[in-house]
């Protein structure tokens, strides 16, 4: 607890250094949403496993550790190397998460090479050398936030904070008090985009834990239809904490495809909250694909705050080792005549441990809600662990929900009808794994992105040993 507490004031103390940096710029309305953040923070401290919603997740690790930023010219070298070398020959000098890498083949050359626009960073702060926002279709705006707040605080100041509580949640106030850097992206009324806009993030610490905060703000104008991808890898295999935020915001009619990949070092912690909010009759489909990480937690939150909004939410973990993901979503049934669809899955080996905890809240007032949500594990060792919670929350009479959890292993009469076929034991425990994970990346639109996941995940799943790996 001692040491707990000697890190949280280590951030109290980074906290007043970054605003005293920060004071003679930006606007004023900015600097008060960080400081009330930051008493957030100091109020709370890190949640603890007596905390319900963090009951099977615990933060004692990270809150141990000093993280502190990277300083700003360790990215402005990997910027310059980049510059010298290449975007494409820098990632052919890199794996993703070295001991993963005789079981993993998704590297950093195939997640930057996806054809569509990406804005880049490293460490949190933008990286114009491996952006390419000269891509860009008309009909968007999109760049760096920390350039946005000089630019369009005014569209700024109307969404950005208005929708991730910090109030109430200890890591999204800590990501509102250094709220620096990241992406802004607004997609204007009608405007149609052909391709996503990829929103890489990539970590690079110096050999000491550092940290960062990428806050990222989507606007979806009225009838819009976009795509976003968003993904985050790492440069080392260092210890290292990324603490995001995502704010979408869907005006009326609109529709959007966001698809987070996460795929960072074995040793890294990650905490993510996207937060969504949804319009009038908009569209929301997000995919969350879980792949690094030494202990990860995702909230995914959606508000139907307009009648007949939609909410798709799909996500899949693969875990091995001592990995722990914690996956926490809500859709928040606000208004009537609205529909959500859910399903998460997990393979799970090794020791790990995973958390699912999805709640679908029906308000009173939102009759005519039709909701459904599925959460199934797939065991491959007898040492790994899965807690699934999947939750109702109705207080409206006329509603259509329901919700269920499995968690098993791969069914031996299925293996036994692939081995009459001439399929050896190994290759068809792989053939089945891969068919249960493949359902989720199936729903991925966008074919570059699709092909290369499922690419890398067939690789893994034929070269590892399932039934016998520890």
């Known amino acids: 607890?001692?040491?707990?507490?000697?890190?949280?004031?280590?951030?109290?103390?980074?906290?007043?250094?970054?605003?005293n940096a920060l004071a003679r710029t930006g606007p004023s309305w900015v600097h008060s949403i960080r400081q009330a953040a930051i008493n957030s923070f100091a109020e709370r401290g890190f949640p603890t496993t007596r905390d319900e919603e963090w009951k099977y997740t615990n933060l004692a690790p990270l809150a141990r550790t000093p993280f502190r930023p990277a300083p700003p010219e360790l990215a402005a070298s990997v910027a310059r190397k980049v510059k010298q070398l290449g975007a494409e020959a820098l990632a052919s000098c890199h794996q993703i998460a070295a001991s993963w890498s005789a079981n993993y083949d998704i590297s950093l050359r195939s997640l930057t090479n996806l054809a569509c626009p990406r804005l880049a960073f490293i460490n949190g702060r933008y990286c114009p050398e491996l952006s390419t926002p000269e891509t860009l279709p008309s009909g968007v705006k999109a760049g760096s936030l920390a350039a946005a707040l000089q630019s369009d605080s005014r569209t700024l100041e109307a969404h950005l904070t208005r929708y991730a509580d910090y109030n109430n949640h200890?890591?999204?106030a800590l990501n509102t008090a250094f709220l620096e850097d990241g992406a802004f992206i607004e997609i204007l009324k009608d405007a149609v985009l052909s391709k996503p806009i990829h929103l890489l993030y990539i970590s690079k610490p110096n050999g000491q834990p550092t940290v960062s905060h990428p806050r990222n703000l989507i606007v979806a104008g009225a009838n819009s239809q976009a795509s976003i991808i968003e993904t985050y890898l790492s440069l080392s295999d260092d210890v290292y904490f990324t603490n995001s935020v995502t704010e979408l915001a869907l005006?009326?009619?609109?529709?959007?495809?966001?698809?987070?990949?996460?795929?960072?070092?074995?040793?890294?912690?990650h905490y993510a909250r996207v937060q969504a909010h949804q319009a009038r009759s908009s569209t929301l489909a997000t995919h969350s694909i879980q792949l690094g990480a030494l202990l990860l937690r995702e909230e995914v939150q959606a508000v139907l705050d307009g009648a007949g909004a939609?909410?798709?939410?799909?996500?899949?973990?693969?875990?091995?080792?001592?990995?722990?993901?914690?996956?926490?979503?809500?859709?928040?049934?606000?208004?009537?005549?609205?529909s959500s669809r859910e399903v998460y899955k997990g393979v799970l080996e090794g020791s790990s441990q995973t958390v699912f905890n999805g709640k679908i809240i029906v308000r009173a007032d939102a009759q005519k809600t039709d909701s459904k949500q599925s959460?199934?594990?797939?065991?491959?060792?007898?040492?790994a662990t899965v807690n699934t919670k999947p939750q109702l929350e109705i207080f409206a009479d006329d509603v259509k929900c329901t919700h269920g959890a499995t968690v098993g292993q791969i069914e031996a009469e299925a293996v036994f009808y692939l081995r009459s076929r001439g399929i050896g034991l190994q290759d068809a425990r792989s053939l089945l794994t891969y068919a249960f994970a493949n359902d989720i990346m199936e729903r991925i639109k966008y074919e570059p992105l699709r092909e290369q996941?499922?690419?890398?995940?067939?690789?893994?799943?034929?070269?590892?040993?399932?039934?016998?790996?520890a």
């Open 453 to 469: 996941l499922r690419g890398g995940l067939f690789a893994r799943l034929g070269r590892t040993r399932p039934a016998e790996e």
């Open 375 to 383: 959460n199934k594990n797939l065991l491959l060792s007898e040492d």
């Open 251 to 269: 005006s009326e009619g609109a529709r959007l495809d966001f698809c987070k990949v996460e795929e960072e070092s074995a040793a890294s912690f």
């Open 1 to 19: 607890m001692i040491a707990t507490r000697e890190q949280e004031g280590l951030y109290l103390e980074t906290f007043k250094q970054l605003e």
């Open 310 to 338: 939609e909410a798709l939410l799909h996500g899949l973990y693969i875990t091995a080792g001592r990995q722990h993901v914690d996956n926490h979503t809500t859709i928040d049934h606000a208004q009537p005549h609205c």
């Open 170 to 172: 200890s890591l999204v």
